[in-house]
């Protein structure tokens, strides 16, 4: 089994910064790419930014130049600065893991989420 603990939310002004964290635990071999979701109420889940193994990261176009993936793969998490805050980044973030577990198999697995509120 695998669990992915995330952390680093909270209620922050425009123009603030938080960081959200994502450390994954249990049986894991290898971790590929790792990335932050996140979904607003009736809306679908959207990615923010995703991160490789290679350190090779992708972002949304909304949040490029203001946020930054990067990835301790020692410590088996993933990280995600968010500067310059918006009231429409709101939302509850998720990440998510491509882990490789123990008996071989490939699976991807989520955080329970954490919310991210920003006030104008």
């Known amino acids: 089994q695998v669990q992915l603990v995330e952390s680093g939310g909270g209620l922050v002004q425009a123009g603030g910064s938080l960081r959200l964290s994502c450390a994954a635990s249990?049986?894991?071999?290898?971790?590929?790419?790792m990335g932050w979701y996140r979904q607003a109420p009736g809306k679908q889940r959207e990615l923010v930014a995703d991160i490789t193994s290679g350190s090779r990261t992708n972002y949304t176009d909304s949040v490029k130049g203001r946020f930054t993936i990067s990835r301790d793969n020692a410590k088996n998490t993933v990280y995600l600065q968010m500067n310059s805050l918006k009231p429409e980044d709101t939302d509850l973030y998720y990440c998510?893991?491509?882990?490789?577990?123990?008996?071989?198999?490939?699976?991807?697995?989520w955080g329970q989420g954490t919310q991210v509120t920003v006030s104008s």
């Open positions: 249990g049986s894991i071999s290898r971790i590929n790419t």
């Open positions: 998510n893991a491509e882990v490789r577990t123990y008996d071989g198999i490939y699976s991807l697995y």
